[in-house]
């Protein structure tokens, strides 16, 4: 059962190296702006976490604006990025051992 993971892992690897290859690289750029407030992270190769960054970008945005003196309404809430790495290392761990 392991060594069947592993060999999906690596056989998903591959694929994606091939899928660059032929498909070229894709890469996203999160921004948030409004007016001459801005926050933007770019060079995110996956969709998730470029939505991720995006609301995070947001949240900078806004937290400026706050600073600034203006009421902002509506605004997204930060993530915990503990809390997502610790998720990652567990999934990880039980993956691993097969659970």
């Not at 290859?21 to 995110?44: F, K, N, P, R, T």
């Not at 969709?47 to 605004?75: H, P, Q, R």
Request: aromatic share 14%; proline share 2%; glycine share 8%.
């Amino acid at each position: 059962m392991w060594r069947e993971r592993v060999a999906r892992v690596k056989r998903d690897a591959i694929d994606q190296l091939v899928k660059w290859y032929s498909d070229g690289w894709e890469w996203w750029l999160a921004v948030a702006e409004y007016q001459e407030y801005m926050h933007c992270l770019g060079g995110i190769d996956d969709a998730d976490y470029a939505e991720e960054v995006a609301l995070e970008c947001a949240f900078e945005v806004a937290a400026e604006m706050e600073s600034d003196g203006y009421i902002v309404t509506n605004k997204p809430e930060p993530k915990n990025h503990f809390d997502r790495h610790a998720g990652f290392k567990w999934k990880l761990k039980q993956n691993l051992e097969g659970g």
